[in-house]
């Protein structure tokens, strides 16, 4: 077998120590003097190893400051089935109970509120013609600061017509917008369908979540149905597979004894 490049052992060698705790999380890695010093390598043979180790995600460079190793996020464990009372609430009062649950904390941003044009991905799951106009509402989510999901729903435009109005304002909904629709239109949220999907990341989730261009993301699509079992909003949530992951339980079980770090075998 061939021996790797120069640059792909220089690479590996510091993503070891970045692994095994020599180069902490939040340190300065050497300077690029330093490095063609410690490897005996010209500056583009340090510059493409550097280069590597950022595009996996694994060192980021501040403008002035140097180079620093990433600092990763705990995982956080998200329970997709609803618990006893969470049925009639959203996605929203959900996140920020369950995360404030855990002792860790959650915020989301203002809303970013757009009348579209529905794709049809959207438009089978709210069984309306492709084109038709729908109300898509955008949040970035966090935990502990960390940016850590992207979620957008997305509700008939006849809601806003029968009177549900603040769904078009750019503002957080305090009691939830599925509480909202309850009030206002007599709607209540029956049950809903979540399909996984998984995808790579494109350019705006790659900058936000801070990862590298070719990372993987999930993507789930939940389908929320009103007591008819007519669809009453479709809500596209992202999360990057490197600090989330999802339990589904079926049926009456005792909750987990072990973490995401040692599930048993």
């Not at 992207?150 to 599925?178: C, K, N």
């Not at 993987?216 to 909003?233: G, L, S, Y």
Request: charged letters at 25%; glycine letters at 6%.
């Amino acid at each position: 077998m061939a021996e790797q490049p120069l640059y792909q052992q220089i690479a590996e060698d510091l993503r070891k120590q970045i692994h095994d705790g020599t180069l902490a999380p939040g340190s300065q890695l050497p300077t690029e003097t330093d490095l063609r010093k410690q490897y005996d390598a010209s500056r583009n043979t340090i510059r493409d190893a550097v280069k590597r180790l950022s595009s996996q995600g694994l060192i980021e460079t501040r403008p002035g400051r140097g180079t620093f190793v990433t600092t990763r996020p705990d995982p956080f464990v998200f329970v997709l089935t609803a618990q006893p009372g969470q049925l009639s609430v959203g996605e929203g009062v959900t996140y920020l109970s369950t995360v404030g649950a855990e002792k860790r904390k959650a915020s989301m941003s203002t809303p970013t509120v757009e009348v579209q044009a529905a794709r049809t991905v959207i438009a089978a799951r709210l069984r309306v013609p492709p084109g038709t106009q729908v109300v898509s509402r955008h949040q970035e989510r966090f935990i502990d600061g960390f940016p850590w999901s992207l979620q957008t729903s997305f509700y008939p435009m006849e809601f806003i017509t029968r009177g549900a109005i603040r769904l078009l304002m750019a503002e957080d909904i305090e009691v939830g917008a599925v509480q909202y629709l309850g009030d206002m239109l007599g709607l209540s949220q029956f049950g809903y369908r979540d399909w996984i999907t998984a995808r790579t990341c494109d350019s705006n989730e790659q900058a936000f979540f801070r990862i590298p261009h070719d990372s993987t993301v999930f993507e789930v699509f939940r389908t929320a149905f009103d007591q008819k079992k007519n669809p009453m909003r479709v809500t596209v949530t992202v999360f990057p597979t490197d600090r989330n992951q999802f339990i589904v339980n079926v049926g009456d079980v005792p909750e987990p004894e072990y973490s995401q770090d040692d599930p048993p075998a």
